[in-house]
Nanobody, 120 residues
């Protein structure tokens, strides 16, 4: 059973930065594609970024391109989302997810989420 635990959320002013981390246990981390998703109040969950198992390819939603960076450390079983130039509309619960097949998969494994609040 794959377990994911996010950390690093918090309150930040617009224009600021936060770094989210996701620690993965329970399986061979390097076999999984990893993704970050978010859900704002009253909205559906949406894709933010993903990274292949090898770390060689990354994918981003248009609204975060140039501001967010996803990375992974297979030796430490962690995936990180560096968020810069944050905007109030980035306020959401951010979730880490894992998929054993592809960055385009259904992500059957999820963390509990971490709150990110960006004040204007």
């Amino acid at each position: 059973q794959v377990q994911l635990v996010e950390s690093g959320g918090g309150l930040v002013q617009a224009g600021g930065s936060l770094r989210l981390s996701c620690a993965v246990s329970g399986s061979t981390f390097s076999n999984y594609a990893m993704g970050w998703f978010r859900q704002a109040p009253g909205k559906e969950r949406e894709f933010v970024a993903a990274i292949k198992w090898s770390g060689g390819s990354t994918y981003y939603a248009n609204f975060v391109k140039g501001r967010f960076t996803i990375s992974r450390d297979n030796a430490k079983n962690t995936v990180t989302l560096q968020m810069n130039s944050l905007k109030p509309e980035d306020t959401a619960v951010y979730y880490c997810a894992a998929d054993p097949t592809s960055v385009l998969g259904k992500y059957p494994y999820w963390g509990q989420g971490t709150q990110v609040t960006v004040s204007s």
